[in-house]
């Protein structure tokens, strides 16, 4: 049976987009074959429609603003393309001179851009509106490691719902006996605090891409 790609399937692209380090090089190329296909068009490439969005995304990494709403409504519109521009955006940021001798880790824009790109991908999930595709990204996002007390026996995730009590939106619904410890410790001493009575702690849905 031939397994579908990031090129021909949007809902791969979204898994391979979503948790790249669960696949191997030859997928995740793939997925920037995906996006560079908007690109090319009766057979042509279409380098300055490449640039002009380039700027446009790297421009927009740098606004607070932008990267907030991109959490609601999607900056770019296709996972493949996304991740095209924020991989470019990255490496042209690396290349500046200015950051030439600076550690990664310690340049702002990078986090910025990261940021954008995650909350871009959020939004896209949510809009994509598959239940099924975003509660298998959970489980390995929050799945405890070989470490951790050993795996779960039962799903990590065991259903995404809406919760009027805890603000708009979908939350992800995960028992603590299955959590990592990384995910218990996103919640802050509020939301320990109110639902420390609770069997199973929510997380919102556009927490999904951070690991």
Same mark, same amino acid.
Do not use: W
């Given at each position: 049976?031939? %397994?579908?790609?990031?090129?021909?399937?949007?809902?791969?692209? $979204?898994?391979?987009?979503?948790?790249?380090? !669960?696949?191997?090089?030859?997928?995740?190329? %793939?997925? *920037?074959?995906?996006?560079?296909?908007?690109?090319?068009?009766?057979?042509?490439?279409? #380098?300055?429609d490449l640039l002009n969005d380039l700027e446009r995304f790297g421009?927009?990494? *740098?606004?607070?603003?932008?990267?907030?709403?991109?959490?609601?409504? #999607?900056?770019?519109?296709? #996972?493949?393309?996304l991740a095209v521009l924020a991989t470019l955006s990255a490496i042209?940021?690396?290349?500046?001179?200015? *950051?030439?001798? +600076?550690?990664?880790?310690? +340049? %702002?824009?990078? $986090?910025?851009?990261? !940021?954008? $790109?995650?909350?871009?991908?959020?939004?896209?999930?949510?809009?994509?509106?598959?239940?099924?595709?975003?509660?298998?990204?959970?489980?390995?996002?929050?799945?405890?490691?070989?470490?951790?007390?050993?795996?779960?026996?039962?799903?990590?995730?065991?259903?995404?719902?809406?919760?009027?009590? *805890?603000?708009?939106?979908?939350?992800?619904?995960?028992?603590?006996?299955?959590?990592?410890?990384?995910?218990? +410790?996103?919640?802050?001493?509020?939301?320990?605090?109110?639902?420390?009575?609770?069997?199973?702690?929510? !997380? %919102?849905? #556009?927490?999904?891409?951070?690991?």
């Amino acid at each position: 049976m031939t %397994q579908s790609t990031p090129v021909e399937d949007e809902r791969t692209a $979204y898994r391979v987009a979503t948790l790249p380090l !669960e696949y191997g090089t030859t997928r995740i190329n %793939q997925l *920037f074959t995906r996006g560079y296909n908007r690109y090319i068009v009766d057979g042509e490439d279409q #380098p300055e429609d490449l640039l002009n969005d380039l700027e446009r995304f790297g421009t927009a990494a *740098f606004k607070e603003d932008v990267r907030a709403n991109a959490a609601e409504e #999607p900056f770019v519109d296709e #996972p493949g393309t996304l991740a095209v521009l924020a991989t470019l955006s990255a490496i042209c940021v690396k290349a500046h001179p200015k *950051f030439e001798h +600076v550690p990664p880790r310690k +340049v %702002q824009v990078l $986090y910025d851009i990261r !940021e954008l $790109y995650v909350n871009n991908l959020a939004s896209l999930l949510r809009e994509f509106g598959d239940g099924g595709l975003q509660q298998d990204i959970a489980e390995v996002l929050y799945a405890k490691g070989p470490g951790e007390d050993g795996p779960h026996p039962g799903r990590v995730c065991t259903g995404i719902k809406e919760m009027p009590e *805890f603000g708009e939106g979908l939350y992800l619904e995960i028992p603590m006996a299955a959590a990592s410890r990384e995910c218990l +410790v996103h919640a802050d001493t509020e939301t320990r605090r109110s639902r420390r009575t609770a069997h199973s702690r929510q !997380e %919102q849905l #556009p927490l999904c891409a951070r690991r």
